[in-house]
């Protein structure tokens, strides 16, 4: 059955950077697009952007652009997603998820999620 | 970006309930659209995707309907376990977005 298992939970210090893995298995991990999604505490879901595991390249949404680093390393079908100058607004837990369908890149519904990380942005 | 408006933001209902979710889009699209629900704690459950097909797994009592600017999640018969938040997204174009979120409680 298809797993995505996500690194553990992460407090940083702001202005530090994190990155979360999201381990893959079950699947052909360079077939299907990964997302990352943040949920800030008690709000709703951001999409983040994209990577083709396949090819790796990328899509970020604006906000993110600048800070966020999407990567994979197919020999573990694992994906990454690092933000950098991280600043207390940055506390909530982040998703990676992958698409409904082979090879759609990225244009497709969430199918399988990660069970979050939680980061934690304070001084 | 594509906007996404659900309405109502909460709602309170019987066992046995039909309940109605309505997610508005700022631009039309045709069928690119999910449905999500999540409890506490945990991640999005995929329940609908493409706008109107059944997740595998998930209970027919959840429909979904619509295309262009007006989407619909309907819970025929609401059921205990149906509490959560209930979310909205659209694929059609980047950035992906979600709409803010339908909170359903069982009275």
């Known amino acids: 059955q298809v797993q995505l298992v996500q690194s553990g939970a992460e407090v940083k210090k702001p202005g530090a950077s994190v990155k979360v893995s999201c381990k893959a298995s079950g699947y052909t991990f360079t077939g299907y697009y990964m997302h990352w999604v943040r949920q800030a505490p008690g709000q709703g879901l951001e999409w983040m952007g994209i990577i083709n595991p396949g090819g790796g390249t990328t899509t970020y949404a604006q906000k993110f652009q600048g800070r966020v680093t999407m990567t994979r390393d197919t020999s573990t079908s694992t994906a990454y997603m690092e933000l950098s100058s991280l600043r207390s607004e940055d506390t909530a837990v982040y998703y990676c998820?992958?698409?409904?369908?082979?090879?759609?890149?990225?244009?497709?519904?969430?199918?399988?999620w990660g069970q979050g990380t939680l980061v934690t942005v304070s001084s | 970006a594509i906007q996404l408006t659900q309405s109502p933001s909460s709602l309170s209902a019987s066992v046995g309930d039909r309940v109605t979710i309505t997610c508005r889009a700022s631009?039309?699209?045709?069928?690119?659209l999910a449905w999500y629900q999540q409890k506490p704690g945990k991640a999005p459950k995929l329940l609908i995707y493409d706008a109107s097909s059944l997740e595998n797994g998930v209970p027919s009592r959840f429909s979904g309907s619509g295309s262009g600017t007006d989407f619909t999640l309907t819970i025929s018969s609401l059921q205990p376990e149906d509490f959560g938040t209930y979310y909205c997204q659209q694929f059609n174009s980047y950035p992906l977005t979600f709409g803010g979120g339908t909170k359903v409680e069982i009275k």
């Open positions: 998820a992958n698409d409904y369908y082979y090879d759609s890149s990225g244009y497709s519904s969430l199918r399988h």
């Open positions: 631009q039309g699209f045709s069928n690119a």
